[in-house]
């Protein structure tokens, strides 16, 4: 699959460049990429600065034309949630007439109109009988602008499964649409693999830091982090505080598994998190509110104090720390 832009394979690495290169595709382009799923790519599209939506086209069909139908299917079923914002205008007016925004080459009045009057009934805007590649372009032009990017995820190894995916994307490509193929692993350069090859870009994860990748043992805090073991020293000297606290626990939660957390005082079911700007943004962000919900629900309070504040004011937050332990104490039978 030429991509037009890349003539030789290339290397990206991280899933915000990638993000990056897929919401920059011009209509009709089309990128493969190599050593990433769809789950990467969902994420990689969620760092991206550029909003642009996407479609991972469905897993599992076994021959073309039932690909390209439900494809479609979809296309419509997206089409009546946006109505009637086609086009990227309002196409409804007050009175309830439907009105086709002005400067939209290549979009078909009859369809507009029977199309409208479905999407306005609540019905998806399909009609069996239209070609399908009618069908396709229109409603891509409805749901647009930004111009929507088909994902689809195509098995390496399989040529039989594979083929009927890499025709849709090549029709889909040949309409007009961004597409991006994307494989786990890179295929073996044969039919119909070859295809797709040409130009793609495989994604090279990056290394992990050191601190990252070394597991330090339960009870201590971690060897990497100068944070960590500031807090640690700074309450093994507070004789309010020195006994309650071990660094890098577990906690045993009933359906959520054993999460690993900073600082545990068990007894009284506190939990404190140290949290750099790494846990500023998505997916960290997003994965640190669900677990302190996973602990609140189990009994724990949770604390979270930034490193900037330890590094700037350690006192300041093992003030706060013993502020916590002091409520604790006191809605709680301890004393």
């Not at 993000?19 to 599209?45: F, M, N, S, Y």
């Not at 190894?157 to 994307?182: F, K, M, N």
């Not at 044969?190 to 090859?197: G, N, Q, T, Y």
């Amino acid at each position: 699959m030429k991509t037009g832009v890349q003539s030789r394979s290339s290397t990206l690495t991280g899933v915000k460049e990638l993000g990056e290169r897929v919401v920059r595709l011009a209509r009709g382009e089309r990128l493969t990429v190599t050593g990433i799923g769809i789950d990467e790519v969902r994420q990689a599209l969620t760092t991206a600065e550029a909003e642009r939506p996407a479609l991972i086209l469905p897993p599992g069909g076994l021959t073309t034309e039932s690909i390209l139908q439900q494809i479609i299917d979809d296309l419509a079923e997206l089409a009546l949630a946006c109505w009637p914002r086609w086009y990227g205008g309002d196409c409804a007016t007050a009175d309830g007439l439907h009105v086709l925004p002005l400067d939209q080459p290549g979009v078909s009045a009859p369809w507009f109109r029977a199309a409208s009057r479905r999407a306005a009934a609540g019905y998806r805007p399909r009609f069996r009988r239209t070609a399908r590649s009618i069908e396709f372009t229109q409603l891509m032009q409805a749901i647009g602008p930004p111009d929507l990017v088909l994902l689809a995820a195509v098995d390496p190894i399989d040529a039989r499964r594979a083929a009927p995916v890499i025709q849709v994307l090549e029709w889909c490509a040949g309409q007009g649409a961004s597409v991006v193929a994307l494989f786990p692993s890179r295929p073996a350069p044969v039919a119909p693999f070859e295809r797709l090859l040409y130009g793609a870009v495989e994604v090279v994860p990056a290394v992990e830091p050191l601190q990252l990748r070394f597991i330090a043992p339960s009870g201590r805090a971690h060897h990497a982090s100068l944070v960590e073991q500031r807090v640690e020293a700074a309450l093994r000297r507070d004789r309010e505080l020195a006994t309650l606290f071990a660094c890098n626990q577990t906690v045993a939660i009933d359906g959520y598994g054993n999460p690993r957390v900073d600082l545990l005082w068990r007894e009284g079911r506190v939990v404190v998190e140290l949290d750099g700007p790494e846990h500023q943004g998505d997916p960290n962000f997003a994965n640190d509110r669900h677990r302190d919900y996973e602990l609140l629900m189990a009994g724990y309070l949770v604390l979270r104090i930034t490193n900037h504040q330890v590094t700037t004011d350690l006192q300041a937050a093992v003030e706060k720390i013993r502020a916590v332990v002091r409520f604790r104490q006191s809605t709680t039978s301890m004393r």
